[in-house]
């Protein structure tokens, strides 16, 4: 069974930092590239970071480069997103999942930064 839970989002102050995590199940993390995905009211779901199953290689999408850091832990199958100098335009919920993704997605998190 294909699981993948996102935690970790909130109401912050522009400028400020959120860490979100996303537990998923072995048979979708394992060997994978994991990805961080947001979708906006009104907007498509874009991918904003992606990681290597090894963690070696690391994209992430131009509005937020230098600000997030993907990272993985393998042993336990978490994915992380640490988001720092949070702006307004980041407001979205965010979801995780593989590159490709599976159809069946999250109930994501909301991240919400005030101006």
């Known amino acids: 069974q294909v699981q993948l839970v996102e935690s970790g989002g909130g109401l912050v102050q522009a400028g400020g930092s959120l860490r979100l995590s996303c537990a998923a199940s072995?048979?979708?993390?394992?060997?994978?590239?994991m990805g961080w995905y947001r979708q906006a009211p009104g907007k498509q779901r874009d991918l904003v970071a992606r990681?290597?199953?090894?963690?070696?290689?690391?994209y992430y999408a131009d509005s937020v480069k230098g600000r997030f850091t993907i990272s993985r832990d393998n042993a336990n199958n978490t994915l992380y997103l640490q988001m720092n100098s949070l702006k307004p335009e980041d407001t979205a919920v965010y979801y995780c999942?593989?590159?490709?993704?599976?159809?069946?997605w999250g109930q994501g998190t909301q991240v919400t930064v005030s101006s």
């Open positions: 999942n593989k590159l490709p993704p599976i159809t069946s």
């Open positions: 072995i048979n979708m993390f394992s060997g994978n590239t």
């Open positions: 990681i290597t199953p090894a963690g070696r290689i690391r």
